[in-house]
């Protein structure tokens, strides 16, 4: 009999490519298995009570212990035991958001009915996709049910403040210590986003009021020093700022603090001191260098004074590079919501050309451009992709499905492999792995790629489909 896999890969890439089936088990062609045993208490209770509830004890325990895979494979368990667990749901999310595929995040939550859990997914998606004003839409959404929620609340507020509506910033967050007037976390919300639309003047006696209920909250102690900074109440913010290290060390935010209080005092080597220590820990505000740069030139270090200037700079750029690209980047969503696929294409191009080192706006161009009709140009767009980030799983599958289409099969079978490699609990990829390798009449291989998409997903139309194909050849031999 004929074995056409044209039809069977048509097939699949209309259906829920990337909606990821729920899993008991996963084995990875050509590969050790991973050992994906818990600690004896969980083990335990797995045996005795196999339930949805476990199962994502385990995987949020495989979070911790930094075992992606199981972690991916114990929360889909926990969905073919239960597939209305939101906790389940919220666990896979999480997982592949620290995977960088939002883009699956979107389209698992988009439709479902969501708890703050799931919202707060799903908005981070929209987000780390460039699609702000979607994540602003969900979280407002999820506090018309919810109104008293602090983290949904503290989501929104930045969002707002990115757009530069401060008024509504500012709203929201009295409306939360309003309706929260015991909540010191409520609380806590309302005097940051004070802090950040520089209202300093009501912040100060908040902070202050904050800061004798919980007088050893490292957070309150550096936002109290910084609102004294800014009053010039030297005194009482270097008493606060130290107490505030004392406590969390880790924090740079408190040593800029400090070390712009002690450079007022004209402390400089102080002030050196913990600015330095501040981009040891991770401060990477432009401001920090130039502050550091004149500690420096004070004390005389002429020469480390100018090359933190140089960097001061460096950074300045880097910073305008990347807003101008998030920028076009939410011009161009908005503009392929539109319908304006030119214009789409031309703003993506305009994002990777401010930021030539980011997959994914380089992906989205592409994704733009395949919807155009551009075969050409979308890709060079996912090549660009994968050549920054070789782990970029929708870029290598989209990849290995234009090579199929072009009948590549080789270049598609690279492409394939790197997507399993990267993510071998996506029962699609081995199905068009699957295809790809009995495209090139390595039956025996193409079964035990299906075999895996069969155990990730026991019903799926394709792979039944497939496996039944590939049987029957086997049979015809």
């Known amino acids: ?45 797995l045996q005795a009570h196999p339930d949805a509830e476990t199962y994502t004890a385990l995987g949020d325990w495989f979070i911790n212990n930094h075992q992606d895979n199981c972690a991916i494979k114990s929360f889909q368990a926990a969905r073919k035991l239960d597939a209305a667990s939101k906790s389940a749901l919220d666990g896979l999310a999480r997982e592949l958001l620290a995977r960088g595929d939002d883009q699956a995040v ?11 859990a799931l919202t707060l997914d799903l908005a981070t998606a929209y987000k780390k996709a460039g699609q702000f004003d979607d994540a602003e839409a969900v979280l407002a959404e999820g506090l018309k049910s919810a109104p008293r929620s602090d983290a949904l609340t503290a989501a929104l507020i930045p969002l707002y403040l990115r757009e530069s509506h401060f008024e509504a910033a500012t709203a929201l967050a009295e ?27 009501a912040a100060l006696p908040l902070g202050r009021k904050l800061l004798t209920l919980a007088p050893r909250d490292a957070d309150l102690l550096n936002l109290n020093g910084f609102l004294e900074r800014k009053a010039g109440e030297y005194a ?3 008493k606060h700022l130290e107490a505030a290290i004392a406590i969390d060390p880790n ?13 007022q005092l004209q402390e400089n080597a102080g002030a050196k001191a913990q600015l330095e220590k501040a981009i040891e820990l991770g401060a990477l505000e432009p401001q920090v260098r130039f502050e550091l740069a004149k500690v420096l030139r004070a004390l005389g270090q002429t020469e480390a004074a100018q090359r933190q200037l140089e960097l001061y700079r460096q950074k300045l750029k880097q910073e305008s590079d990347e807003s101008l690209a998030v920028l076009k980047s939410t011009e161009a969503a908005q503009a392929d919501k539109d319908g304006d696929k030119q214009k789409a ?7 990777c050309a401010a930021q030539p080192e980011n997959a994914a706006f380089s992906y989205r161009l592409a994704v733009v451009l395949g919807e155009s009709g551009d075969e050409a140009g979308q890709r060079a767009a996912l090549l660009q992709a994968v050549k920054i980030n070789p782990k970029f799983v929708r870029a290598q599958y989209d990849l290995g499905y234009l090579e199929f289409r072009g009948g590549n099969h080789s270049a598609a079978e690279e492409h394939f ?26 039956f025996d291989e193409a079964r035990a790629a299906v075999s ?13 489909a497939l496996s039944k194909k590939l049987a029957e050849r086997g049979n015809s031999q």
Not at 2 to 27: C, G, N, Q
Not at 106 to 116: H, T
Not at 417 to 442: C, F, G, I, Y
């Open 236 to 238: 009482a913010a270097r």
């Open 251 to 263: 924090d740079y935010n408190s040593r800029v603090n400090l070390g712009l209080v002690l450079a």
């Open 452 to 464: 895996n998409a069969l155990q990730l997903d026991p019903n799926h139309a394709g792979a039944l």
């Open 417 to 442: 492999r790197a997507v399993v490699k990267a993510a071998p609990e996506n029962a699609q990829a081995w199905l068009s792995l699957a295809a790809t390798l009995a495209s090139e009449s390595r």
């Open 1 to 45: 009999m004929s074995f056409s896999t044209e039809r069977v890969f048509a097939a699949l890439a209309r259906a829920s490519a990337w909606l990821l089936p729920a899993v008991l088990a996963v084995a990875a062609l050509g590969a050790r298995a991973e050992d994906c045993t818990g600690p004896p208490q969980l083990q335990a209770r």
């Open 345 to 351: 294409a031309d703003l993506y191009r305009e994002a």
């Open 175 to 201: 409306k939360i210590a309003h309706l929260n007037p015991n909540d010191i976390e409520a609380q806590r919300i309302y005097l940051r986003t004070l802090v950040n639309t520089g209202e300093n003047e």
């Open 106 to 116: 979107i389209q698992r939550l988009r439709s479902v009915a969501r708890d703050q």
